[in-house]
């Protein structure tokens, strides 16, 4: 039998060979706490090498919607794999690929047509962002060159997603070489009105070709929320000046808030949805761009300079896209649609008992989406010291929560008893009460 390297070594050996070799995302290289080693995932734990079992209470950065090692998506990468691994996505296409194009189209919001792969959600969006901008190219319009983005904006780390993301710390070094955009500032209930004459003036000036946002909340921004109406006013003026829609669902879609995408809540439809995170449960990486017959009238064409000269080595992977439509069949069974209505109960009824405590700033749900803002002298940002409070002291109790600055958010798996997320809620709120209020300060 051939020897299994991912299982080689001590716990000991393994921590010291990540030391050695492993650069980690989001993290320093120097002063940062030594990573958790994981030997297995069941359901909603997470299980360490040192005998605990975490709570993955943030769905492993958002992704996982099923919980870990569902045997269900499991015996879909086996099958697939023992059948066709990968075959290059230029000038071929296979089964897996089609059925998951025709599935997502039956969830996906009104008026999508063609589904593009790629890999990732910086890349989903990149992809999107492209097919705006050669849009307007095919069709010989030059004048169309300017995007609109919300303040706040997240939108991946790529440069393109970079640039119409919010200038911050994550975008600092790379300044220079970001592409301008205008930015609005984020709709907040007092300045909806403020909000969208903003918007209006700008796509009245008739230079703008592109308007991406993340539909109600943005995510890493700290869950930021806002209105259907705010966004369906919005979509509106863009619609009446013929301004390119992308809305960026890769942490919204597939149920998160509520409903299988947050599209669903708006009149006005974009007219290109990039989509990851929970696409495959959490298994493989997978980004997806869907348009409309719109977008794609513009790529119609026997002129190949206006093809889209765009794609990766892993398009449309055989095994992943198997994971992806064995996701969907969970997805779209009616037992899902129950457990996505309890949590978003359980949240609800959590976030109307915790906002009344002094230390809390706000508190509010949508779907799956809880957000805790806690008071802090510092105000809400991502570097805020509250955080190296927060994520140790949920770790000691067994439960992976992973702050945004003062903001403690909970986006579980759907598989998530009432029993464990009462445990996490629990948690909260005895991490809340240590915290000083300004009555006690």
């Not at 010989?140 to 790529?158: E, L």
């Amino acid at each position: 039998m051939q020897k299994n390297y991912n299982n080689t070594g001590t716990p000991d050996a393994l921590r010291a060979w990540d030391k050695e070799v492993i650069w980690h995302p989001f993290t320093p290289l120097t002063g940062a706490a030594e990573p958790i080693l994981i030997t297995a995932g069941e359901g909603v734990y997470l299980h360490t090498a040192d005998g605990r079992k975490i709570i993955d209470a943030v769905s492993s950065w958002w992704v996982n919607i099923h919980g870990h090692a569902n045997p269900y998506i499991a015996r879909a990468l086996a099958e697939q794999a023992t059948t066709l691994e990968h075959v290059i996505f230029a000038g071929f296409t296979h089964a897996p690929a089609i059925r998951l194009a025709k599935n997502l189209l039956t969830i996906l919001p009104p008026g999508q047509s063609r589904i593009f792969f790629s890999d990732n959600g910086s890349t989903a969006v990149e992809v999107g962002i492209k097919m705006a901008i050669q849009y307007w190219h095919n069709r010989g319009v030059r004048n169309r060159k300017k995007v609109i983005a919300i303040q706040g904006a997240y939108h991946g780390d790529t440069f393109g997603a970079m640039s119409v993301g919010d200038r911050s710390i994550f975008t600092d070094p790379f300044q220079p070489y970001l592409f301008d955009v205008a930015f609005i500032d984020f709709p907040t209930a007092a300045h909806e009105a403020g909000v969208i004459e903003q918007f209006r003036k700008l796509v009245a000036q008739g230079d703008v070709g592109a308007f991406i946002y993340e539909p109600l909340v943005q995510g890493s921004a700290g869950m930021r929320i806002y209105t259907p109406a705010v966004l369906d006013a919005l979509l509106a003026e863009a619609k009446a000046h013929d301004v390119i829609c992308i809305a960026d669902e890769v942490f919204t879609g597939f149920g998160r808030t509520g409903k299988l995408f947050a599209s669903e809540y708006c009149q006005h439809q974009p007219d290109i949805v990039a989509i990851s995170k929970g696409i495959t449960g959490g298994t493989m990486a997978l980004g997806v761009t869907s348009c409309s017959d719109k977008i794609v009238q513009a790529f119609q064409t026997d002129d190949f300079l206006k093809t889209f000269f765009h794609g990766h080595s892993y398009t449309a992977n055989p095994i992943t896209c198997a994971a992806a439509n064995a996701s969907f069949d969970l997805l779209t069974d009616p037992d899902c649609r129950q457990r996505i209505d309890r949590i978003s109960r359980q949240h609800e009824a959590f976030a109307t008992h915790i906002r009344k405590h002094p230390a809390v700033l706000e508190a509010r749900s949508l779907g799956t989406i809880l957000r805790v803002e806690l008071q802090t002298e510092e105000g809400t940002a991502y570097a805020n010291s509250l955080r190296k409070k927060i994520y140790p002291y949920f770790l000691e109790r067994n439960i992976l929560l992973r702050p945004l600055g003062n903001i403690l958010y909970v986006l579980p798996p759907y598989v998530m008893t009432e029993e464990a997320l009462q445990t996490v809620y629990t948690a909260i709120e005895e991490f809340i009460q240590t915290l000083p209020t300004k009555a006690s300060a």
